[in-house]
């Protein structure tokens, strides 16, 4: 399964939002962590929100592109 995901470091709250396209099928996560973006620390964050959300193990859960982008593309593998 892929994901769109766009993610908000350093918020006050955590939250998950779905935002669904407009023609129907997919969409975008939008996920705000309170971790900061240095240190890798805001990505491995989204990625154990994303394996909870979907009862996914966290090593299945894996951010193909966006490293350094608050939009990425997340893979949960089975």
């Known amino acids: 399964m892929f ?3 766009f993610v908000t470091p350093g918020a006050r709250r955590e939250r998950v939002e779905v935002h669904p396209a407009k023609g129907g099928e997919g969409g975008t996560l939008a996920i705000a962590v309170r ?4 240190g ?4 491995e964050r989204v990625r154990e929100i994303v394996a909870a959300r979907f009862g ?3 090593g299945k859960v894996r951010i193909l592109t ?3 982008s608050r939009s ?5 593998t089975s």
């Open 35 to 38: 971790e900061p973006a240095e």
């Open 56 to 58: 996914a193990p966290l």
């Open 66 to 68: 966006g490293h350094r």
């Open 40 to 43: 890798n620390r805001a990505n």
């Open 3 to 5: 994901l769109k995901v």
């Open 72 to 76: 990425k593309m997340i893979s949960i």
